[in-house]
């Protein structure tokens, strides 16, 4: 699972850069209105709210922009119903891709994407065709080294499933979804400094590539990051990582 694993590493380095283009604060957005839709604006009640409103807050969002993203979502204020769907597909290699977004628009999007697969050696697949081949977890990257026994004694306390390092180094903290919030908010009480907590797709196996296979790979993952109504792109390949080293 490394090239995947590093593939996240390095979206989220890109993700300081799409900032200042306004691309984070967009794709923020969505989600916050998506998650007052679905779960109303109370906080207390609504743990992705409360994700999604910390993501803002780490992209330097101002409040403002937070606060009438949630109206919209409850309807207090008039803006676009965006439709929450998940679409699968292949990459090269038959590497298998989950495409997360937020649309107003699916036979626009649908087309995008498709065109987007095929562009790049892949083909996009029809409902339940990969989804079989991840596993939805939460994963919490802590800032700093504390100690792999300070880490576990408080994340497992917590309700974490387990504690790892990634590929650069990183302490990960992986939970149950719905346990997310809650081991987020036990770390931060004890001043571990947390860098990303998120919902994420696991694939529970991979599928190496390498030469041309890979460089397809790369380019179809960003080009698919790159898209409006995109969200979040996971996928289970594994690539060399001299060719992962490219991308940075």
């Known amino acids: 699972m490394s090239g995947h694993s590093k593939w996240h590493s390095i979206k989220h380095k890109k993700a300081a850069a799409d900032a200042k283009r306004g691309r984070v604060f967009t794709k923020v957005i969505k989600e916050i209105t998506v998650a007052a839709r679905l779960g109303g604006g109370d906080f207390e009640s609504n743990a992705r709210l409360r994700l999604a409103v910390d993501k803002a807050k780490q992209a ?90 300070v880490i576990m004694e408080i994340a497992l306390e917590a309700g974490a499933l387990d504690i790892s390092k990634d590929d650069e180094g990183f302490w990960q903290i992986t939970t149950a979804p719905d346990g997310l919030y809650q081991v987020k908010q036990s770390m931060e009480s004890q001043k571990f400094i947390i860098s990303n907590a998120e919902i994420v797709l696991v694939p529970s196996t991979t599928t190496p590539l390498e030469g041309k296979q890979a460089e397809q790979m790369l380019k179809l993952m960003e080009r698919l990051e790159e898209h409006d109504d995109v969200q979040n792109v996971y996928a289970d390949f594994d690539i060399p990582e001299e060719i992962m080293d490219t991308m940075e």
């Open 60 to 149: 330097n969002m101002p409040a403002d922009n937070i606060k009438r993203a949630i109206q919209k979502g409850t309807g207090e204020l008039p803006g676009v119903s965006y439709e929450e769907v998940t679409y699968e597909g292949y990459g090269p290699g038959g590497a298998a891709v989950m495409v997360e977004v937020f649309t107003d628009n699916k036979n626009r999007t649908v087309a995008d994407l498709r065109h987007i697969f095929s562009r790049h050696g892949g083909n996009f697949g029809a409902a339940n065709c990969v989804v079989w081949k991840f596993e939805r977890k939460g994963i919490i990257t802590l800032e700093g080294d504390p100690g792999e026994e």
